[in-house]
């Protein structure tokens, strides 16, 4: 009777020494896993931070490219200011020599953009008087150089005179608005080019 139970005991021992060492080893295995799986994680994490630098810096690379040297961006547009004194019209082909035209201001945003960028001074800008058939008459119209209609103005008080056909708008006053002056008169200028024209 007491072999019985000291082989039952026996086998029992046996049996949980084998189910301990069964166990410990799946847990070795899991926790050899689990490690794997944190380096792996690990690993992808560098990776991936590796990659969103490459693509910033792909980014940088792309967008800095899509304004010429000397130019500034904003918006769907680079803008260049030039440095020499010219009349409208010299102004005016100069940026075409350079692929663009005299900046069109469409917006505040941009407004405010073409007045930091002009700093002191007033420049030429895209927008004169032509003569226009409105239909019924001919009659003096400000217009952008694109041909484009005058949508939003800035002018600073008092401003446009009457003697119209001699002047062109000019940015900026110290309170950042559009002055005008005689087309003959020798100013900086702003010259604007548009991205797509750039890229395609």
């Known amino acids: 009777m007491y072999l019985l139970i000291l082989a039952g005991l026996y086998i029992r021992y046996i049996s949980v020494n ?9 847990y070795d295995q899991l926790s050899n896993n689990y490690s794997q799986l944190q380096k792996q994680i690990s690993n992808a994490s560098v ?5 969103q630098d490459e693509v910033k810096q792909l980014k940088d690379k792309i967008e800095g490219k899509w304004c ?11 803008y260049f200011k030039s440095k020499e004194e010219k009349t409208w019209g010299q102004s005016r082909a100069g940026c075409r020599q350079r692929g ?16 930091e960028l002009n700093v ?18 001919y009659e003096w119209q400000q217009q ?4 484009s209609p005058l949508s939003q103005t800035f002018w600073a ?3 446009p005179t009457s003697d119209i056909y001699w002047n062109a708008a000019t940015c900026c006053s110290d309170q950042g608005q559009w002055t ?5 008169d020798k100013k900086k200028c702003i010259c604007e080019k548009k991205i797509s024209r750039i890229l395609g």
Do not use: M
């Not at 189910?19 to 080893?25: F, I, V």
């Not at 002191?120 to 008459?137: A, D, M, P």
């Open 100 to 115: 663009a035209d005299l900046v069109i201001i469409n917006n505040k945003e941009e407004q405010k953009f073409v007045t």
């Open 144 to 147: 952008w150089v694109d041909g």
């Open 18 to 26: 084998l189910e301990k060492d069964e166990l410990q080893s799946r």
């Open 47 to 51: 990776h991936y931070s590796q990659l």
């Open 180 to 184: 005008q002056s005689g087309y003959y």
């Open 157 to 159: 008080p008092g401003l």
């Open 68 to 78: 010429p040297d000397g130019w500034s961006r904003f918006g769907c547009s680079c």
């Open 120 to 137: 002191r001074g007033e420049s030429w800008i895209g927008l004169r008087y032509t003569w226009t058939n409105t239909g019924w008459k």
